[in-house]
């Protein structure tokens, strides 16, 4: 294992289509800076369970956020094996064959087990997320008080077990079918901002 | 439980923030029929998973498909219990203090096992699936062929136990903050078609 690459495990290794994998370091952390959202998959011990939530990279670490009393961060904060789930969909790929379509895509895997950020390093955390999500608003927001803190579970997991998987490219055709007469190609797609609404004035919750 | 509406279950039942619950099937069928990816835990005996793969609707099952070597397709098609999670990400919430920041978002938990789709009903399932994908070119695609067809695994999961969950609207401010001095409101976020690239002509598998 590199500084720059992670080492595949028997988790991680990319069996089907190899050539989609990716283990570099500076790739994974790319698909999960652009992302707002993950889902988190874990087992209670009768179930399992796919929860989508904010997520957030510093360093080498994904960060996630929520209330106290989610039943998602008291199950991770417990040491649940997790596996989270980042993906980009990043085209719908038109083939002439029903067999060839596709999606092109940008996905990162990754297993582990979340631990609770605490003290100086949660505050610090919050302070990450803000950057991120909203880097130009990040100084002049008010900060969490105590109370807020306090009411706040910060968790984190290593990005060490970790696997980008993407496919990009047009469609790749059976042989003889590139003279059928229907449109091939590829329909990108992307996750793009509106035009920003301001809130109404009195929008404050209940004392 | 109504034909219009599903029972709640301790895996479905939202705890906190239950005016964001929907069991409508109404609501949870048209929050899936807008994906075109979903999210499937499930665990293996050892560890939880989380895999994207492409997902689609009918009647009252989700369909997922893939090759027949496909790790994800073989762990369900024996029957592990599992989740479907699909999140559309509708807009980031900014609020004037950090901790009142939200998403807007529409999501669907889903929870059983899935089961294969054999026969005639695979073929139909496949058209089906590329009506979804491509309603004005699925009438013009060359259909799988039985040797396709034979290397494809289908399956589907019953939409019984499923709830949708959702925000939308405003940020909601502690009383005291509207005045602070920063922008608060809504960016909204859709997942937009961009200009359809054609496909290359040169782009053939290896025979």
């Given at each position: 294992?590199s500084?720059t690459?992670?080492?595949?495990?028997?988790?991680t290794r990319?069996?089907r289509h190899?050539?989609?994998?990716?283990?570099?370091t500076?790739?994974?952390?790319?698909?999960l800076d652009?992302?707002?959202?993950?889902?988190?998959a874990f087992?209670?011990g009768?179930t399992?369970?796919?929860?989508?939530t904010?997520?957030w990279?510093?360093?080498?670490?994904l960060y996630?956020?929520?209330s106290n009393g989610s039943?998602l961060?008291r199950?991770?904060a417990?040491g649940?094996p997790s596996c989270?789930?980042?993906t980009?969909?990043?085209?719908?790929v038109f083939?002439?064959?029903?067999?060839h379509h596709?999606m092109n895509?940008?996905?990162?895997?990754?297993?582990?087990?979340?631990?609770?950020?605490?003290g100086?390093?949660?505050?610090?955390?919050i302070s990450a997320?803000?950057a991120h999500?909203?880097?130009?608003?990040?100084?002049q927001i008010?900060?969490?008080?105590?109370?807020?803190?306090a009411?706040?579970?910060?968790?984190r997991?290593?990005i060490?077990?970790a696997v980008?998987?993407r496919r990009?490219?047009?469609?790749?055709?059976?042989?003889?079918?590139?003279a059928?007469?229907?449109?091939?190609?590829?329909?990108?797609?992307k996750l793009?901002r509106g035009?920003?609404?301001p809130?109404?004035?009195?929008?404050?919750e209940?004392?």
């Amino acid at each position: 294992m590199s500084e720059t690459s992670l080492c595949p495990t028997p988790r991680t290794r990319i069996r089907r289509h190899p050539e989609r994998g990716s283990y570099e370091t500076a790739e994974i952390h790319a698909i999960l800076d652009e992302a707002y959202l993950c889902t988190v998959a874990f087992h209670d011990g009768e179930t399992a369970h796919a929860i989508p939530t904010a997520c957030w990279r510093e360093g080498s670490h994904l960060y996630i956020h929520g209330s106290n009393g989610s039943r998602l961060l008291r199950a991770l904060a417990d040491g649940a094996p997790s596996c989270v789930s980042v993906t980009h969909l990043d085209g719908l790929v038109f083939a002439r064959s029903a067999f060839h379509h596709s999606m092109n895509y940008r996905s990162v895997a990754l297993y582990g087990r979340f631990e609770a950020v605490q003290g100086e390093a949660k505050r610090r955390a919050i302070s990450a997320f803000m950057a991120h999500l909203t880097p130009e608003r990040a100084d002049q927001i008010r900060a969490a008080d105590e109370q807020e803190l306090a009411a706040t579970t910060v968790l984190r997991i290593a990005i060490d077990e970790a696997v980008a998987k993407r496919r990009s490219g047009p469609p790749v055709e059976r042989a003889g079918d590139e003279a059928l007469p229907v449109w091939s190609g590829v329909v990108p797609l992307k996750l793009t901002r509106g035009e920003p609404v301001p809130a109404p004035p009195q929008e404050v919750e209940n004392a």
